[in-house]
Nanobody, 123 residues
Framework: QVQLLESGGGLVQAGGSLRLSCTAS????????VAWFRQAPGKEREFVAGIAWNGGSIHYKDSVKGRFTMSRDNAKNTVALQMNSLKSEDTAVYYC????????????????WGQGTQVTVSS
């Protein structure tokens, strides 16, 4: 079992920045890929970014490329999502999720999920 806990959400003006963190506990974190998903009201959950178990590959949704940066620190069992130049359309609940080894953009492939953190971008 892997337990995930997100933090760092909040209210920010358009153009601002937020840094989300996902801290893992339980089984060793080093063999898990971690992804960020988000879900806005009335919309389906969507993949935002994901990082492989060793940080060797990172994937981003097209609309966040150049604005969001994902990183991980396996020594601290944490993954971060730095979000810059935020837009109103980034408003959603953000979830981190984990699966073995490599990133998949389908949420159905992830066995472990955090409880989510709200990000609200005001225009």
């Amino acid at each position: 079992q892997v337990q995930l806990l997100e933090s760092g959400g909040g209210l920010v003006q358009a153009g601002g920045s937020l840094r989300l963190s996902c801290t893992a506990s339980g089984r060793t974190f080093t063999t898990y890929a971690v992804a960020w998903f988000r879900q806005a009201p009335g919309k389906e959950r969507e993949f935002v970014a994901g990082i492989a178990w060793n940080g060797g590959s990172i994937h981003y949704k097209d609309s966040v490329k150049g604005r969001f940066t994902m990183s991980r620190d396996n020594a601290k069992n944490t993954v971060a999502l730095q979000m810059n130049s935020l837009k109103s359309e980034d408003t959603a609940v953000y979830y981190c999720a984990a699966r073995m080894w490599n990133v998949d953009t389908s949420g159905n492939e992830y066995a472990y999920w955090g409880q989510g953190t709200q990000v609200t971008v005001s225009s």
